[in-house]
């Protein structure tokens, strides 16, 4: 079983930076890939980045392409996202979430989660 808590959501200006983390416990972390998913007022939840559980690939959503990183440190067993360039469309809950297996955007695949952290982007 794997225990994931997201922090550092925060309300920000477009333009601004902000840097998620997902800790993680209950397994050895690097057995596991991670990925960021999001979730809008009124939308289905979506994919934004994953990582490889040794952290050396890493795939990304079209919208969020060169300015979001993710990252990991498995000494630390947590997942990062730092986030650049934000604009109100990012405007979402974050999700965090952790699976055993291939690359895989689809949310459905993915069998732990964390409760969620609120990111608010103003204009």
């Known amino acids: 079983q794997v225990l994931l808590v997201e922090s550092g959501g925060d309300l920000v200006q477009a333009g601004d930076s902000l840097r998620l983390s997902c800790a993680a416990s209950?397994?050895?972390?690097?057995?596991?890939?991670t990925a960021w998913f999001r979730q809008a007022p009124g939308k289905e939840r979506e994919f934004v980045a994953t990582?490889?559980?040794?952290?050396?690939?890493?795939h990304y959503a079209d919208s969020v392409k060169g300015r979001f990183t993710i990252s990991r440190d498995n000494a630390k067993s947590t997942v990062y996202l730092q986030m650049n360039s934000l604009s109100p469309e990012d405007t979402a809950v974050y999700y965090c979430?952790?699976?055993?297996?291939?690359?895989?955007?689809?949310?459905?695949?993915?069998?732990?989660w964390g409760q969620g952290t609120q990111v608010t982007v103003s204009s």
């Open positions: 209950g397994v050895t972390f690097s057995d596991y890939r």
């Open positions: 979430a952790a699976r055993r297996g291939a690359r895989t955007t689809s949310a459905s695949d993915y069998d732990f």
């Open positions: 990582i490889s559980g040794l952290g050396h690939l890493t």
